[in-house]
T-cell receptor
Framework: SQTIHQWPATLVQPVGSPLSLECTVE??????LYWYRQAAGRGLQLLFY??????ISSEVPQNLSASRPQDRQFILSSKKLLLSDSGFYLC?????????????FGPGTRLTVT | EDQVTQSPEALRLQEGESSSLNCSYT??????LFWYRQDPGKGPEFLFT???AGEEKEKERLKATLTKKESFLHITAPKPEDSATYLC??????????FGPGTRLSVLP
C-alpha cells in the first residue's frame, strides 16, 4: 500500500529565516506530487505540482519554491520567510497513469512564522 | 472561473439526526468530483470519487451523490465520531483540483 510522509509535523520559525519542508511517498512510482497551503478556515490553495523529477509548475507567485530531486521526494523551500507564510502545508500525490485521479494527502506541517 | 462552494459552512447535529451537505460546482469540464474528510490538525482523508451525474457511492453512514451542478453528502444517523470538516473538490481536467472551503460538522452525543 502507498504511504505519504511529511516532516516536520510542526515548525516555528522567525521572519527572514529559511524553510525546508520534505515530503516522501512510498509504495508507488512516478506519482504526481502537489504542495498545498491551507489557511485557517479556508480551502486548500495549490502552490506547486510536479509530474516528474525536476519538473515543477507554480500556481501562485510567492517567495516559496519547490524541488523534486528524486521520483518520490518533494521539497518546499524558502530563502526568507514572511509572516504571511504561516499556515498548514499539505503534500499530496496522485497516480500518473490509469483511470484514478484522486489525490492522497500527507499528515501536514503546521508552520508558524513569528 | 472554475469555482466550488459548499453549504452550510457549519452544521451541528444531534447523534442520530440525519442531514445532507451540499457542494455546488461551476467548472468548464468535470472529470471527477471528490469528497474528503479532514480532522483538526490532520491531512484530508479521501472518501469518494464521483464521475457522472446520477452516480452514488456509499461508505458506512455516508452516501455521496452527483448531479450536473451539485453533489450531496448524506449522513445517516451520524455518530460523534463523524464530527470533522468535509471537503469537496472538482477535477476540471487540469493539473489541480478546485477545492471548496468545507463544511464543519459537529455531532453531539
Amino acid at each position: 500500500s502507498q504511504t505519504i510522509h511529511q516532516w516536520p509535523a510542526t515548525l516555528v520559525q522567525p521572519v527572514g529565516s529559511p524553510l525546508s519542508l520534505e515530503c516522501t511517498v512510498e509504495g508507488t512510482s512516478n506519482p504526481n506530487l502537489y504542495w498545498y497551503r491551507q489557511a485557517a478556515g479556508r480551502g486548500l490553495q495549490l502552490l506547486f505540482y510536479s509530474v516528474g523529477i525536476g519538473q515543477i509548475s507554480s500556481e501562485v507567485p510567492q517567495n516559496l519554491s519547490a524541488s523534486r530531486p528524486q521520483d518520490r521526494q518533494f521539497i518546499l523551500s524558502s530563502k526568507k520567510l514572511l509572516l504571511s507564510d504561516s499556515g498548514f502545508y499539505l503534500c499530496a500525490w496522485s497516480p500518473r497513469t490509469g483511470t484514478s485521479y484522486e489525490q492522497y494527502f500527507g499528515p501536514g506541517t503546521r508552520l508558524t512564522v513569528t | 472561473e472554475d469555482q466550488v462552494t459548499q453549504s452550510p459552512e457549519a452544521l451541528r447535529l444531534q447523534e442520530g439526526e440525519s442531514s445532507s451537505l451540499n457542494c455546488s460546482y461551476t467548472v468548464s469540464g468535470l472529470r471527477g468530483l471528490f469528497w474528503y474528510r479532514q480532522d483538526p490538525g490532520k491531512g484530508p482523508e479521501f472518501l469518494f470519487t464521483l464521475y457522472s451525474a446520477g452516480e452514488e457511492k456509499e461508505k458506512e453512514r455516508l452516501k455521496a451523490t452527483l448531479t450536473k451542478k451539485e453533489s450531496f453528502l448524506h449522513i445517516t444517523a451520524p455518530k460523534p465520531e463523524d464530527s470533522a470538516t468535509y471537503l469537496c473538490a472538482a477535477d476540471n481536467y487540469g493539473q489541480n483540483f478546485v477545492f471548496g472551503p468545507g463544511t464543519r460538522l459537529s455531532v453531539l452525543p
